[in-house]
Each structure stands twice: as structure tokens, then as C-alpha cells.
């Protein structure tokens, strides 16, 4: 226990001392925070780290970024801020390695530095610590056994306007933010800038959503085979992107393809940025769909359930952090498949925080928590597009008049909503709805007879007659809580939060079982 929250502690010290006035002192290269010209001010975003409640709505506005670069091209090296951000590198600082060549099918033209690999180049020998005495290792798993260290990368994950658009919009955001909102998850995000440009309301929802915003270069390169020019304007026009959309400036990055050696290390290093890698990976963004390949989904279902039986037949000496996409509708639906089952057995906390990450942006006032609140917010602010006001109370009892639901909403699991119904909002809803129906398994109590809690709901909205957005206020409270009789659990066992079980009780496994047997209670 003890050595565990040491090396938390050290992990933190370090990232904080490499990233302020001590510089020096760690020996590692100095860093700038790019300047950014004629940026307003963003609207719509949290200016500190928000716990909640977060917005659950379902629809976010298509509105891009002006003013940036083609999406998905290369972007031009020779603007005059690429190219001030070019000359604030100090050059000494970055290796002079060769930029890599690679097949037109993206795999890499074999060519090894072998085996002295004097630029650490992770895609060749999976190396993590640089050569470069001027630059911080890689942080790539978790350190405390137990930990997943969540992470995504490719997002913001756009809506599609073509052919694809039936298929894969009903897991475009913010479905999955939705998603780890009411599942009391956070993530560390690593962004496409295109996808940021295209979709800066997807974004802000991100931050908003108390997740990590990190760099994952604006069009997608295996960032080794570029040159240094070009390496500079993917991760400018990137941050850039970002601080645009939600006015934060990000330390982390990723490479794509976690491609990777210390020439590229240096330029994001020396632009502020941390090397983000993994140190296990679901291969998900190979399944069929757009941008993916032909991996069957039951092998990438293998490896979750791998991972699993690993931590539990304690073969595990680690966390992990386990590369997984917001690429499109198979990644999507994955990550949220496996998420309550995987919170049932790890600690699930954002890649970042496993390691002790606060402050992951040059802004200074986000302070991010390292731990899952023990409590997590019981209300959501949900933007609505009424402006009738109305205060009921009652017993949410009413049962839904069919079973299609709309993308982006809930529906009921267990409990006394119905499996299959979907409702807007509800922040014990288990069930998203995807392509019209729900994912959660049927209700057994199929007289709908609330079995365990009466909520009462007060509901205010803003003043009508305006045009702006409305806000609706929603606080639901259980008033009947069931006393469980026995409170102590088996550690490792899951426990139900909600529905036919009752709180504080524990089951040997169970699909909606929300809290984890920790020390001998459940962890709600
Ligand atoms: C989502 O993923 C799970 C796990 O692989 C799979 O069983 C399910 O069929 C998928 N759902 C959709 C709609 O693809
Ligand atoms: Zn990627």
C-alpha cells in the first residue's frame, strides 16, 4: 500500500516539476506554451475542472471553427505562427534523427535502427525511456495494481453527412461522453484537431464533462515519418484547435499509431506536451467500420474478458492503461459494452490520474481529481428546449408507450422503469439507446410496479420568452432506500445500486451491478 502511494506521489512531483519554474533543476529540455493569435474567448465551457453535474443532452451544434486549416490535410508549414512556434524550439534539444519511410499501405518500411535504437523509436523496439538525457520517460500504464487507466483516442468523434451517417451517428457524440457521465467516468481524450475544428461543440462537452484533453495531432500521421516543420504544424494547429473550442492549452499528447522517437519526443516536449502511451491494446479501431479494418469484435471482446481474468486470478502486478478509439460505431460501442464490466473490477479512473496528473493544461486554475468521487453527483444540468415551467412530484411509475428510444437517451435495466423503454434523461438509467433500441437487458419485473425507490422530481426553467437556451434543472431524490441487512461483502464481488437488488448488498457477478466489493463494502 505504502510503496503504491509512493510511486503516485513521485509520478506527480515529477510532472509538476518538469512543467514549472524548476525546469532546471529536473534536466529536462525547457518548455513554451504556444501563443496563440486572435483567439476570443470561448463560450460554453467550463473555466475549472466541473465534478457535475454534467449536461446529458442529446444534440450538440454542428457549427465548426473558422480560421483553421483544411481538416484531415497536412497542414501548411509556413504560417507565420507555425513558424513562430518553429523558432521557439530550441533545436540543440531535439535529436537529429532521420525522418522514417513507410509503405503506401501504412506499414512501416523495415528498417531498424537495431538493436543500440539511439532514438528510442517506440514502433521499432518499444522503447519508453528516451535516449535524450533532456527528456522525460513515456508514462504508459498505470503504477497501482487495479488501476484502468481510461483513455480514448481519435475524437472528438464527428457526426457523418454521407451513406455512413444511418449507422454510425447514433454513436457520434455526445454519446459516449453521455455515456461515461452516467456511469460516473471520467477519460483521458486524445484529439484529432480536424475533428476538433469540424465538431468544437463535441469538445467543449468533453471538457465540460471533467475528461482530459490531450493532442493527437491535427491529421493523423505516423508523426516519425514527417519533418520537423511538419511535426510542429500538427501539433499547432491542434492545441490550437482546442483552445479554441474550450480555452485550454494541453500538456499531453499521443502519437498515432503511437509512433514515436525522440526527435518527435523533443518537439512535443518542448511545446509543452508529455508522451502518452499504453501499455495494452484492444486493437478495436481494426474492427468493421469506417476507418477500420476486419478484426471480428469477439476477438477484441476476448481481450477485455483477458484482462479481467487476469487481475482476478492475481496475476496482475500493474495497472493498465489500455489503448482504446471514439472512431466510429464499432469502437464506440465497445468501450461502452465493456465499461460497466470492466468498473466492476478495476478502479477505472482517467490514463492521466492513475499517474498522478492534476494539471494537465498550461491553465493552471483545472485541477483534476486523481480518485472517483466517493459520491458522485446526483443531479444533471440538462439544456432543454422547453420553456414550460412545471414543478411535479411523483412516483416515477409512468410507463413508456413503446419501445423505440431516441440516440443519445436511456433507458431503464432494472428497477421500476421497463427494459427496452427508453426516457430522455434519467441518472440511474442503465440503458443507452442505440440505432432505437435499448442495450441494457430486459426488465424481470414486467409489471412496472416501482420496486424500490420513489424519486422526487423538481423541475424549474428559465424565464420563457427568450431565445437563448433554455436550462432545465432537474434533482431527483430516492426517498425510500432499502436497509440491506448485511453490508459487508466479498472483496472482488459486485454489488447493485439500483433495481432488484438492494443497495449495499453484493452478488457474486452481475451485468448491472454498479459498485465493486472493496475492503468488505460495496463502493457506492
Ligand atoms: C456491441 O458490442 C458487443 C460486444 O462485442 C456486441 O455483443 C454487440 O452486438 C455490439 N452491438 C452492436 C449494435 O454492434
Ligand atoms: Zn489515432
Redesign the pocket.
Known sequence: MLISYSVVFFSAIVWQQVNSATITSSGYAPQFSPIFPNLKTPTGVVTSYNPGPYDISATLSTEPLTGFPEPWAAPPTNSAEVLAAYNSIDWSKVPNAPVRKQNPDGSWVVKSDGATDPYCWWSSTNCRTPKASYLPPDIYTCPNKGDWGLNHDDGPFNRYTDSNAAIENPYAEPVLYNFLATHNAHSSLFYIGSNVANYPAAAKRGLNDGHHLCVHTWSHPPLTTQTNSQIVAEFYWTLKAIKAATGVTSKCFRPPQGDVDDRVRAIAWQMGMRNILWDADTNDWAMPAPGGGSLS??V??SYFQGWINAYNSGKDTAGHIVLQHELN??TV??S???LPKIQNVFNVVPALACNGITQPYWETNFVYPITNPVNPPATYTVTATTTKAETTTSADSSAPSNANCLPGSFGYGFGDGYGGYCCKTEQDCLDNC??GAC?GPTNPVATGTPVNTIRTSTITTAKPGTTTTKKTTTTKSNTIKPTPSAGSCIAGSSGKKLGDGKIGYCCTTSDDCLDVCRGTACDV
Open positions: 469484435p469477439k477484441v471482446d460505431s464499432a460501442n465497445m461502452m459494452f465493456w442505440l440505432g442495450t
